[in-house]
T-cell receptor, first 110, second 115 residues
Framework: TQLLEQSPQFLSIQEGENLTVYCNSSSVFSSLQWYRQEPGEGPVLLVT?????EVKKLKRLTFQFGDARKDSSLHITAAQPGDTGLYLC??????????FGTGTRLTIIP | KAGVTQTPRYLIKTRGQQVTLSCSPI?????VSWYQQTPGQGLQFLFEYFSETQRNKGNFPGRFSGRQFSNSRSEMNVSTLELGDSALYLCASSLGLAGERYTQYFGPGTRLTVL
């Protein structure tokens, strides 16, 4: 059974600060996606990374795929209240299913 | 283009009853996946349908079943409800199979409460 562990589970920081959340697995995955989910809504895809070592930027969000393809990180610069939400990573382990991580609940305090 | 719609949005049932949830995918999408989301277990994959055929299945008991119609709309059914089935049930649609890296678009979910 492939598991995706996210850390931290909860994170509460002041507006303007920087933060990093992590997604780790003991198994290699072929691709990884990051989603954000807001209350009362379904997850929304932020990015897909497929190449080991790949870095993608989406405005103030930077996504990195580990060289060994077992981990990924999401870094947010100058966090804003609109960044508040549940961040989920989801991996494809080559078995035609998406496995979701445990989630990081982020709160940005104005 | 309209997004994924799920009905009903909220549902309250009692133990032992059965329930049917509905999902209408984005027009042109042929794959529909279902997920269960709970605070303790997170988001877990139930099953995926593509062109009316179940293509993948998660580790859930046989009480959980689904189907897909020729217009790609999908339903999932849970029989003999248990308290632990209380959850947010999410539907996601995509042009192709989720495992082939097609982007999944999620609906807002159906919040099921079992009393």
């Amino acid at each position: 059974t492939q598991l995706l562990e996210q850390s931290p589970q909860f994170l509460s920081i002041q507006e303007g600060e920087n933060l990093t959340v992590y997604c780790n697995s003991s198994s290699v995955f072929s691709s990884l996606q990051w989603y954000r989910q807001e209350p009362g809504e379904g997850p929304v895809l932020l990015v897909t990374v497929v190449t080991g070592g790949e870095v993608k930027k989406l405005k103030r969000l930077t996504f990195q795929f580990g060289d060994a393809r077992k981990d990924s990180s999401l870094h947010i610069t100058a966090a804003q209240p609109g960044d508040t939400g549940l961040y989920l990573c989801a991996a494809n382990f080559g078995n035609e299913k998406l496995t979701f991580g445990t989630g990081t609940r982020l709160t940005i305090i104005p | 283009k309209a997004g994924v719609t799920q009905t009903p949005r909220y549902l309250i049932k009692t133990r032992g009853q059965q329930v049917t949830l509905s999902c209408s995918p984005i027009s042109g999408h042929r794959s529909v996946s279902w997920y269960q989301q709970t605070p303790g277990q997170g988001l877990q994959f139930l099953f995926e349908y593509f062109s009316e055929t179940q293509r993948n299945k998660g580790n859930f008991p046989g009480r959980f079943s689904g189907r897909q119609f020729s217009n790609s709309r999908s339903e999932m059914n849970v029989s003999t409800l248990e308290l632990g089935d209380s959850a947010l049930y999410l539907c996601a649609s995509s042009l192709g199979l989720a495992g082939e890296r097609y982007t999944q678009y999620f609906g807002p979910g159906t919040r099921l409460t079992v009393l």
